[in-house]
């Protein structure tokens, strides 16, 4: 005899499949390749590369990141090594794949072995890269990255005439690309922007006949003298908006979908949650959601944040706890969620942006914070 299926409900006939998981991250690959396209219209006739650290922002790079090969990219940043190694398999060889935090010491052979390419980030690692291209006797890629004003990564100005100079007549590394980056691209007007060009402008002079790489997602909307040869987006791939505080320009990337784990009335001054931080002002009725902080919904949204249902607006009431958020429905008829129900968190009508703000932080940070207890399906 066959098992049954859960039979269908109206979460199954949208297209979620409940298998008794509690929290849904619906993930729409086609609105990936949307976006990289968007991006890459914006750019041309520079190139456009992805980012897909931390797990392509938490969303799973090795599904996302063969999407955006399909969809033309064949440039992939990643911030460490291992997350490189991870992604060699799923992507043919003639993907590039960048290790931005560049070469530990120790790394060289692994990296040559491998065809991952790393970013040198100083004159130690560049010397380090061509003794492996020497010793390898054959031509190794590399990046080469130069900080112009941010005093992270990257060979500092007072190195970069020695820097250029060595470059110079070797033939044991292909520099495919002059690398910086950007501090204050999502800040429209800032005045970092234009002083990061113009020393940008200065290094093209300096390292002539190498391509540019520069451009993060904020710096593609900064405008064209930004671009270089290769764009390097991560945040706008995945719907968010490249200038803080702004609606995004991008196609929602990333759906959330909670199940409702309780619902009650609560009389007026019942306590609400962890320290009685909410105190219900009437009789109120509550729903109990089966996602918190260990789900990336960060505590600072406690008494703050809200989650919709049909559009209707639920607010959190009290603090956000480690597996679960409660919502007041007073709104909603009586009746409407019922344990099971799904509540939207992310979705048509609340993006990444609208999290994070109401959490006070940034749409990087609740994206790669959302852990791995979701049933995820992609689509
Ligand atoms: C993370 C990162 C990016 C991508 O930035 P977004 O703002 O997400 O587009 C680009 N370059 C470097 C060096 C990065 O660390």
Not at 31 to 36: E, F, K, M, P, T
Not at 99 to 113: D, H, I, S, T
Not at 274 to 301: M, Q
Request: charged share 20%.
């Amino acid at each position: 005899m066959e098992m049954g299926r859960v039979a269908s409900s109206p979460e199954t006939e949208a297209g979620i499949l409940n298998e008794g998981a509690t929290g849904y991250l619906t993930i729409n690959l086609l609105a990936l390749a949307r976006n990289y396209a968007k991006l890459c219209a914006l750019v041309a006739p520079a190139q456009t590369a992805a980012v897909v650290k931390a797990d392509a922002y938490g969303l799973g790079a090795l599904r996302l990141a063969p999407t955006l090969y399909k969809a033309g990219c064949r440039h992939f940043f990643v911030a460490q090594f291992d997350e490189a190694v991870k992604l060699r398999p799923v992507l043919a060889a003639d993907a590039k794949i960048f290790v931005l935090n560049g070469l530990q010491p120790g790394n060289e052979e692994a990296c040559a072995a491998r065809e991952i390419i790393p970013i040198l980030n100083s004159l130690e690692q560049w010397r380090r890269w061509l003794a492996t291209a020497k010793r390898w006797k054959r031509t190794l890629p590399a990046v080469v990255q130069l900080d112009t004003g941010m005093s992270r990564p990257g060979v500092p100005p007072e190195e970069r005439s020695a820097l250029a100079s060595e470059l110079a007549g070797q033939g044991n590394i292909e520099i495919l690309f002059i690398m910086s980056h950007l501090a204050s691209a999502d800040e429209f007007g800032s005045d970092q922007n234009d002083d990061q060009l113009a020393e940008m402008k200065r290094i093209s002079e300096e390292f002539a006949g190498l391509d540019i790489c520069f451009a993060n997602s904020g710096g593609i909307f900064l405008g064209k003298p930004y671009h270089g040869a290769l764009a390097r987006p991560g945040i706008a791939l995945y719907g968010g908006g490249p200038m803080a505080g702004e609606p995004s320009p991008m196609e929602a990337v990333v759906r959330m979908d909670v199940a409702v784990v309780q619902t009650r009335t609560v009389p007026a001054g019942a306590k609400i949650g962890y320290g009685g931080a909410h105190i219900a002002d009437k009789e109120t009725r509550v729903a109990t959601i089966a996602a918190g902080y260990a789900d990336g919904l960060p505590r600072s949204l406690s008494g703050r944040g809200a989650v919709y249902y049909k559009g209707t607006r639920l607010p959190i009431v009290g603090r956000v706890s480690m597996d679960s958020i409660t919502l007041d429905i007073t709104a909603l008829p009586k009746g409407t969620l019922t344990l099971g129900s799904l509540v939207e968190v992310l979705g048509p009508h609340q993006t990444i942006e609208d999290v994070a703000r109401d959490a006070g932080t940034i749409s990087y940070e609740i994206l790669t914070n959302l852990g791995d207890r979701y049933h995820r399906q992609y689509r």
